[in-house]
Nanobody, 126 residues
Framework: QVQLVESGGGLVQAGGSLRLSCAAS????MGWFRQAPGMEREFVAA????????DYADSVKGRFTISRDNAKNTVYLQMNSLKAEDTAVYYC???????????????????????WGQGTQVTVSS
């Protein structure tokens, strides 16, 4: 059983920064997704087991950075230059069976992820 515990959400003004954390019970491919009210859940970022490979949604490239500390089994999402449209519940997720090197692997697909955190609210005021 994979356990994921998120923290770090909150209220911030537009242009500000927040860092989300997700503590996992092991080392897996990890992704961050978000869901705004009335919208479908969408991919934000993903990172390989080693941390050597990352992927981002176009909407957050250059503003968000995903990283991990494998000694702590923790993944981070550093969010800078936040915009009102970044307001959402953010979820971390774990794909505990796959590797980035798997043929045809697409880290942005929700169906790849077997375990999900409880979500943390990020609100950006304009």
């Amino acid at each position: 059983q994979v356990q994921l515990v998120e923290s770090g959400g909150g209220l911030v003004q537009a242009g500000g920064s927040l860092r989300l954390s997700c503590a996992a019970s092991g080392r897996y491919i990890m992704g961050w997704f978000r869901q705004a009210p009335g919208m479908e859940r969408e991919f934000v970022a993903a990172i390989s087991r080693s941390g050597g490979s990352t992927d981002y949604a176009d909407s957050v490239k250059g503003r968000f950075t995903i990283s991990r500390d494998n000694a702590k089994n923790t993944v981070y999402l550093q969010m800078n230059s936040l915009k009102a449209e970044d307001t959402a519940v953010y979820y971390c997720a774990a794909d505990w069976t796959a590797y980035y090197s798997d043929s045809g692997y697409t880290p942005g697909q929700m169906k790849n992820y077997d375990y999900w955190g409880q979500g943390t609210q990020v609100t950006v005021s304009s």
